[in-house]
């Protein structure tokens, strides 16, 4: 079993949307390998089984899905597994869920707290979200010393890109100049042709689009390049 994470310590930079798009384009990926994925979302306001929960019963849903696949049905009946659990019951469920899954992928909160060492020392590899904005990049930095102290395998991207000075800027240097002084191992995720994977939003990549069911309209493949890196 691999458990992976897209992960920092701020919210707001793409850590929920980026699992969600990765873990259920994932299941469909996987779905007639016979390989098992779960999500495990560690929000006690359990925000993601809610909204799944809601998805089963809309029509529309339902609708998509069969548009894309024939087999829609069968894929409804065995949707991958979303968990939302406590850190202890998770650490407490760990040799059962090694016993049943391929890959497992954590949503975390924004914000660290100490319950969370045991978690952060069973994840395999971590992919960070970087905006390019001073407080959600010092966010990023301290999480990238925080996986070189726990030996995490991690890499970085850059989230909600845009047209200016500081993106570029980001872009271009960041990696040699300011995030290898803070992690020596830290990766750059490759995207198209093995540049640094750079995400421009755009309006279907809203919080209120994310699906637990229907896989993320990706023609950018932006969701293939952070799966591809996370799992090998």
């Not at 409804?76 to 391929?102: A, R, S, V, W």
């Not at 191992?185 to 939003?201: A, Q, T």
């Not at 699906?211 to 890196?229: A, R």
Request: proline fraction near 3%.
């Amino acid at each position: 079993m691999k458990v992976l994470a897209i992960a920092t310590r701020k919210g707001g930079v793409g850590k929920s949307t980026w699992t969600q798009y990765c873990v259920t384009t994932l299941f469909h990926i996987l779905y007639k390998k016979g390989k098992k994925v779960a999500l495990i979302d560690f929000d006690d306001q359990r925000s993601l089984a809610n909204k799944r929960a809601k998805e089963i019963k809309s029509k529309q849903v339902v609708e998509a899905l069969s548009e894309i696949f024939e087999d829609y049905e069968e894929r409804l009946k065995n949707l991958y597994p979303l968990y939302t659990f406590g850190y202890q019951e998770y650490l407490e469920k760990y040799d059962k869920l090694q016993q049943h899954f391929d890959y497992i992928f954590l949503d975390f909160p924004g914000r660290i707290e100490k319950e969370q060492k045991a978690i952060l020392e069973t994840i395999d590899k971590v992919a960070i979200p970087i905006v390019a904005d001073e407080l959600d990049i010092e966010s990023g930095v301290s999480y990238m010393k925080m996986c070189d102290t726990l030996n995490i395998k991690c890499g970085w991207f850059l989230n909600k890109e845009a047209n200016t000075t500081f993106n570029r800027r980001i872009k271009a240097t960041a990696h040699e100049n300011y995030f290898q002084k803070a992690n020596p191992n830290i990766e750059k995720i490759p995207g198209k042709e093995s540049e640094l994977l750079s995400i421009r939003e755009r309006p279907e990549m809203y919080r209120k689009n994310r699906s637990t069911i229907i896989p993320f309209d990706d023609p950018e493949q932006n969701v293939y390049h952070l799966i591809k890196y996370l799992i090998n």
